[in-house]
């Protein structure tokens, strides 16, 4: 089956760090996660570890 993984790491305007990731298989809405961190050295971890 072909998959899809897709992160991305983007301040905000808060001084904060929004983590967005997106993961599925082609064809499909797929699961979709977001995570507001302080570094980001953190939302790289955070979004690792799913």
């Not at 305007?13 to 997106?22: H, N, S």
């Not at 082609?26 to 961190?37: D, E, L, M």
Request: hydrophobic fraction near 40%; glycine fraction near 12%.
């Amino acid at each position: 089956m072909a998959r899809f993984y897709r992160i991305e790491v983007l301040p905000d305007l808060f001084g904060q760090v929004i983590a967005e990731g997106r993961r599925g298989r082609f064809g499909g809405r797929g699961q979709y996660r977001v995570a507001s961190c302080l570094s980001i050295c953190s939302a790289e971890a955070d979004m690792m570890r799913t």
